[in-house]
Every structure is written in C-alpha cells, then in structure tokens.
C-alpha cells in the first residue's frame, strides 16, 4: 500500500478561509465540500472514537474566527511547504530507529482544525495519519512533525500483541501500555539522536522540555505506580485505567510522561549498549525494563546521575 495523501479536507477550508479572506460569500456548496471530504469525516470519526465532542456547527465558528481568516496567508504557505517535503529523505530518517522490516502502509491526512495536535488512528483497518498544518510552520518543524508521527506508524507495524500471550493478562497490558513510550522513541527519532535536543526547532518548546526532564524521577514514578496498579488489579474498570494512562500522556503541558520517560529511558539505553540494543527492545518489549535497568547503573556513575530504576514486581512480571 505504502504512503499516500488526502488534502481534501484542506482544500475545503483553505476555500472557505480564502473567500471570508476576500469578503465573499460562502455558499452551502463549500460547506458541503468540506463536511462530505473524506478528511473531514475521517476526522470526525476519530474524534467519536476518543470521546470527543465534534459538530459541524462547532467547526464553522472555529472557520469564522478572525484568527483563522487572518491566518489563510500563513495556511497556504504551509500547504505548499508540505507538498515540497522530500518524503523519501524523512522516511529513511525516521527508519534509522526502528528495526528493520518496519512497514509504513498509511494515509496522511493535512488537516486544519481547532486542536493542533496530530495523531495516527485506525479508521477502516487502515492506519491514518493526521497532521494538523501549524499556519507559517518553519520547515524545521514540520519534518520534524512528520518522522514523529511517521515513527509511530512503523512501530505500530512491528507490534504485535500475540507475541506476548505467555504473559498473564495483566502484565500483556502493561506491555500494551509499554507502547505508550514510542512518543519518547519517535521524539529521539525525529531529533535525528541523543545528542540533538528533541525540540530544537522551537525555543519555547526546548524550555518546556528542558523543564520537564528535570522532573525525570518524578514522571517515572507516576509510570510506575501505574503499571503497579495494573499488576495488582487496582483499577476500578478499564475505563479507569485508560483515563489515567492518558492522563500521563497529556500532563506537563502536552508532552506528558510518556514523552519525557520513554525519551529518557531510550537515550539511556542506547548510550550505553548501542542504537541495535534499543532497536532490539522495540521488537521485544519485554527487554526494554531489565536492559535499562542495568544501562541506567552505568549511566548514572558516567554522566553523574541518579535515574531511578525499575521494581522488581515489574521486572519480574515481565519474565517467561
């Protein structure tokens, strides 16, 4: 299948936002182009997934903002800048942390809408990528936010959850949640290594990020009192359990625990056993615990750290 494209739902407002730009009318015709694209609906349908609220009705206030009129200039420019990516180059980027095999059978959706985060989400059996185009985004950027979310999309390809079945239940879920840590992989992949800052691009971003990894030990603690509950079976409902396993993934001001650990976790590994060792993890992820467990040790003493560790309950759940 490999990589392909839908611009019909920017296409669509970028039509919209052209003409309240210049004062015309908009007809019922543009608004049913839009509402009938199949971005558009993709996107509806993802947002019905998550339990999100999403109206047609929202949507044109959000178009009828001056904000987004007064943007159409910076929306275009955007537009063309994604269309001129090299994507072979990010792709092979982006394949530079992922193991080999790795498959990226997937749409990408630009999408302009009122959050401005991307997402991969399964519409249809199929994997679907949105990129919500950022009005005037550097092109520094904007390949970073693609080999990001590209990074997910090949490492949802090598997942495979039956690998895990000799696991009891609740330690496949922590596994499953395991996967949760690919935000922190996909932000080395895009950073292009550990030695590069994985928000080089946007000093406000760096900042937050620099702010955030202080409070490495911290973040890993809440990861682990989560998997912890899952061991025990102290969650009321999945529901329960879903609602805080999100939670971390939106705290700290977006780039959540998740973000900051799995980075973390990821660095620590390869700078001390090899970028293959990391790759290795990512094919099993039961290895990921014991193998940082030892790196951090020499980790620490190396750079004059003092990262915390795994419970043996959860090394321990983890074991044949």
Request: proline share 2%.
């Given at each position: 299948?490999?990589?392909?494209?839908?611009?019909?739902?920017?296409e669509a407002?970028?039509?919209?936002?052209?003409k309240?730009?210049?004062?015309?009318?908009?007809?019922n015709?543009?608004?049913?182009?839009?509402?009938?694209?199949?971005?558009?609906?993709?996107l509806?349908?993802?947002?019905?997934?998550?339990?999100?609220?999403f109206?047609?009705?929202d949507?044109?206030?959000?178009?009828?903002?001056?904000?987004?009129?007064?943007?159409?200039?910076?929306?275009?420019?955007?537009?063309?800048?994604?269309?001129?990516?090299e994507?072979?180059k990010?792709?092979?980027?982006?394949?530079?942390?992922?193991?080999?095999?790795?498959?990226?059978?997937?749409?990408?959706?630009?999408v302009?809408k009122?959050?401005?985060?991307?997402?991969?989400?399964?519409?249809?059996?199929?994997?679907?990528l949105?990129?919500?185009l950022?009005?005037?985004?550097?092109?520094?950027?904007?390949?970073?936010?693609l080999?990001?979310?590209?990074?997910?999309v090949?490492?949802?390809?090598?997942?495979s959850?039956?690998?895990?079945?000799?696991?009891?239940?609740?330690a496949?879920?922590?596994?499953?949640?395991?996967?949760?840590?690919?935000?922190?992989?996909?932000?080395?992949?895009?950073?292009?290594g550990?030695?590069?800052?994985?928000?080089?691009?946007?000093e406000e971003?760096?900042?937050?990020?620099?702010?955030?990894i202080?409070?490495?030990?911290?973040?890993?603690?809440?990861i682990?009192?989560?998997?912890?509950k899952?061991?025990?079976?102290?969650?009321?409902?999945e529901?329960?359990?879903?609602?805080?396993g999100?939670e971390?993934m939106?705290?700290?001001?977006?780039?959540?625990s998740?973000?900051?650990?799995?980075?973390k976790?990821?660095?620590?590994?390869?700078k001390?056993?090899?970028?293959?060792?990391?790759?290795?993890?990512?094919?099993?992820?039961?290895?990921?615990?014991?193998?940082?467990n030892?790196?951090v040790?020499?980790?620490?003493?190396?750079?004059n750290e003092?990262?915390?560790?795994w419970?043996?309950?959860?090394?321990?759940?983890?074991?044949?």
């Amino acid at each position: 299948m490999g990589i392909k494209f839908i611009f019909d739902q920017l296409e669509a407002v970028l039509q919209i936002l052209e003409k309240q730009n210049n004062n015309i009318s908009i007809t019922n015709t543009d608004w049913e182009d839009l509402f009938t694209s199949k971005g558009y609906k993709w996107l509806v349908k993802r947002e019905n997934d998550m339990g999100n609220k999403f109206s047609k009705n929202d949507f044109k206030s959000f178009l009828h903002n001056k904000n987004q009129v007064n943007s159409y200039e910076n929306f275009k420019k955007s537009r063309k800048l994604l269309k001129d990516l090299e994507l072979n180059k990010l792709l092979s980027i982006t394949k530079k942390y992922l193991p080999k095999g790795a498959k990226f059978d997937t749409t990408i959706i630009p999408v302009i809408k009122p959050q401005d985060n991307s997402f991969v989400h399964e519409i249809n059996d199929e994997l679907v990528l949105f990129i919500y185009l950022e009005p005037g985004i550097s092109r520094a950027k904007l390949e970073n936010k693609l080999i990001h979310e590209l990074h997910h999309v090949g490492f949802d390809d090598i997942y495979s959850p039956e690998k895990y079945n000799y696991l009891l239940q609740q330690a496949q879920q922590v596994i499953e949640w395991t996967n949760a840590f690919g935000e922190g992989f996909a932000m080395l992949a895009a950073a292009g290594g550990p030695n590069n800052h994985p928000n080089y691009f946007d000093e406000e971003l760096e900042q937050k990020w620099d702010s955030n990894i202080e409070r490495f030990n911290e973040d890993f603690d809440l990861i682990e009192e989560f998997f912890v509950k899952i061991l025990k079976k102290e969650f009321f409902n999945e529901k329960e359990l879903y609602k805080r396993g999100y939670e971390l993934m939106m705290n700290n001001g977006g780039q959540g625990s998740w973000y900051t650990v799995g980075w973390k976790i990821a660095v620590v590994v390869e700078k001390i056993n090899g970028k293959e060792v990391l790759l290795d993890c990512m094919l099993d992820l039961t290895k990921l615990y014991p193998i940082y467990n030892k790196a951090v040790k020499k980790y620490n003493k190396k750079f004059n750290e003092n990262l915390k560790s795994w419970s043996d309950i959860i090394i321990n759940s983890l074991k044949e």
